[in-house]
């Protein structure tokens, strides 16, 4: 079985901060997906709200057995909290933004640790995520070209936090953060803990700079090619002069040979 939930977010009510790509993103990598055969799920806007993520991320990774591939692209914003359980070096949970982020909050990756904990022994979860989660989402990033500038796909944490928590999180160290790779997922992300994800323009379409590497890459490798292939190539072209940002390929040593979306 290989199954696959796309969720793209560019509308976020209430936060003045709607992005333009994620929607094409998921619409890529659903595309991609299906023709290596995969049966694929999508998730745009509105239906992508924290509880329907949470229901369908859960269904998705629970229907998969020994042998089976379960991938799941998200992009959208991203943010951070302070981390309650003290199990984050740097004292921040890193969270996805549901399209009613603003009601209903983040996404924490300590809920991604127990969804795809779940998972069936022997059975692949991928997870596939265009987003950041440290920055300021005023800051536009360099333009490719003369006119296309992209956003950073960032949101905030202050709507849903005292000033205190603020103030406790913005004085812990910067250690690297592993959060969204704890437990049995393989995790590609397009950036560091540190760094931003750009909501970006190709040639007049609005995509993720990461997700359109990502897939420019996968298109061109070999039937044998593993994680750690796929992860060089689009290192090889991020990050740029238009793009700072470093995508991150954080698996064990048996998941960085998976071959790729096998």
């Avoid at 949470?54 to 629970?62: D, G, H, K, Y």
């Avoid at 070096?89 to 983040?106: I, K, N, S, V, Y």
């Avoid at 996404?107 to 059975?123: C, E, P, T, V, W």
């Avoid at 250690?175 to 970006?200: I, M, N, Q």
Wanted: aromatic share 8%; proline share 5%.
């Amino acid at each position: 079985m290989r199954s696959a939930l796309c969720i793209g977010i560019n509308d976020y009510p209430g936060t003045g901060s709607d992005l333009a790509g994620c929607v094409n993103d998921a619409q890529d990598w659903g595309n991609a997906l299906a023709e290596r055969g995969f049966s694929v799920s999508m998730m745009i806007d509105g239906d992508a709200t924290r509880t329907k993520m949470i229901r369908a991320m859960t269904a998705a990774v629970s229907a998969v057995g020994s042998g089976d591939v379960v991938v799941i692209t998200y992009s959208g914003h991203g943010t951070w909290q302070p981390d309650d359980d003290g199990d984050e070096p740097d004292m921040r949970d890193e969270a996805l933004c549901p399209h009613d982020f603003a009601t209903a909050g983040p996404l924490l990756d300590d809920d991604l640790f127990d969804i795809f904990a779940q998972r069936a022994k022997g059975a692949r979860v991928v997870f596939l995520s265009d987003s950041c989660h440290s920055g300021s989402v005023a800051k536009m990033a360099p333009p490719l070209n003369g006119q296309d500038r992209g956003r950073v796909r960032f949101l905030e944490p202050g709507p849903f936090l005292s000033g205190a928590d603020l103030a406790r999180a913005h004085k812990a160290a910067k250690a690297p953060v592993k959060g969204l790779s704890r437990g049995t997922a393989l995790l590609v992300s397009g950036c560091t803990d540190t760094e931003f994800s750009y909501d970006a323009n190709f040639g007049g379409r609005a995509n993720g700079a990461f997700t359109r590497v990502a897939l420019d890459t996968l298109a061109k490798l070999d039937d044998k090619a593993t994680y750690v292939d796929w992860h060089a190539a689009i290192r090889a072209a991020l990050p740029s002069v238009s793009y700072p940002q470093s995508p991150q390929l954080l698996a064990s040593r048996t998941q960085r040979r998976w071959p790729v979306l096998g």
